[in-house]
């Protein structure tokens, strides 16, 4: 059974670098076909997608924000991790790690975690 | 980038009813879309994948159709636990897109 669990601040400063955690289980990155990816939500709006890395090491990232973006594999097997520079009020959202399969869609979510920006 | 466009943002229905929710793709996209229902403070859940294919435990009043551009889907006799968000997804090519969701709500 494949789950996932972010982790990270709830409270950042304008300006400040935001580094979540993404944990998970029941596959292995390293395995062909499988993916980890990023997606937020800002209150009462979409989704948007952030990024992704693959079990191949490519990573893919929204053109709106690739400056800002970073997601890398964690220290562990089981882990990603994705940076956000620079951030702002309107980055305020809650932040969905993902898992894709084979159809590179979106098939198992972690349960989220809202990141407020603030000073 | 490949836009989705979502129709309509809101919709009121009764229980019974049954209701159709549109995603129109600004190219086409073959099957690579899915479609994925929102509960207030919930993770999405996908209900459908490949357009078409139902996701396992999902139930089968839920119904998805459609290639290339224009993709529909349809819930054929909704029930109390169907009021919620549904946003498409469009992931035939980077950026992947989402549309902007559809409320649907208690007449």
């Known amino acids: 059974q494949i789950t996932l669990k972010e982790s990270g601040p709830t409270l950042v400063k304008p300006t400040q670098t935001l580094t979540l955690t993404c944990t998970f289980s029941g596959f292995s990155l390293s395995t062909s076909g499988q993916h980890v990816g990023w997606i937020r939500q800002s209150p009462g709006k979409a989704l948007e997608w952030l990024a992704l890395?693959?079990?191949?090491?490519?990573?893919r990232y929204s053109p709106s924000l690739k400056n800002r973006l970073t997601i890398t594999k964690g220290t562990s097997e089981n882990h990603v991790v994705l940076s956000m520079t620079n951030m702002d009020p309107v980055d305020t959202a809650t932040y969905y790690c993902t898992h894709s399969g084979a159809l590179k869609d979106f098939d198992y979510w972690g349960q989220g975690t809202l990141v407020t920006v603030s000073s | 980038d490949i836009q989705m466009t979502q129709s309509p943002s809101s919709l009121s229905a009764s229980v019974g009813d049954r209701v159709t929710i549109t995603c129109r793709a600004s190219q086409g996209i073959r099957d690579d879309l899915a479609w994925y229902q929102q509960k207030p403070g919930k993770a999405p859940k996908r209900l459908i994948y490949a357009a078409s294919s139902l996701q396992s435990g999902v139930p089968s009043r839920f119904s998805g159709s459609g290639s290339g551009t224009e993709f529909t889907l349809t819930i054929s006799s909704l029930q109390p636990e169907d009021f919620a968000t549904y946003y498409c997804?469009?992931?035939?090519?980077?950026?992947?897109?989402f549309g902007q969701g559809t409320k649907l709500e208690i007449k």
């Open positions: 997804l469009q992931h035939n090519s980077y950026p992947p897109a």
């Open positions: 890395i693959s079990w191949d090491g490519d990573k």
